[in-house]
């Protein structure tokens, strides 16, 4: 079964980029430019997970995060924080989950998709022991 990731990404150069790296992939994709727009896509379908840009307009990345994981619907969803800022700078982010993974901008086709697969199995894994 395709896993379905929200791509939450402001820049249209990234979008399209994330494009090329999702090309050859069975990932089903969803893509917002904002917050507001990630919420609504949210609502419509509840991805597997979600790709965080940190810098966007109106609502930032940190705090739309903050908002997802005090959710209790979308708590459990996994992150992947991708940003052009060190993971230092957002240290309190994985204060609140220590699972969070944080991509450097720019990254390579080939660790995107590591940290995608890897963090997909890493929720498996805890989906089958916690239920």
Do not use: C
């Amino acid at each position: 079964m395709s896993k379905t990731i929200l791509i939450v990404e402001d820049e249209k150069a990234f979008q399209d980029l994330y494009t090329v790296m999702f090309e050859e992939t069975d990932y089903n994709i969803i893509r917002a430019y904002d917050a507001d727009q990630a919420m609504t896509k949210l609502e419509e379908q509840k991805p597997d997970l979600i790709i965080l840009d940190i810098l966007l307009d109106l609502v930032t990345g940190d705090t739309f995060f903050l908002h997802l994981k005090r959710t209790s619907e979308y708590a459990r969803i996994p992150v992947i924080i991708a940003s052009s800022f060190s993971s230092k700078t957002y240290k309190h982010l994985q204060e609140i989950d220590p699972t969070l993974v944080f991509l450097e901008k720019p990254f390579t086709k080939g660790k995107l998709l590591e940290s995608v697969r890897a963090k997909l199995d890493e929720e498996m894994s805890r989906e089958k022991k916690w239920g």
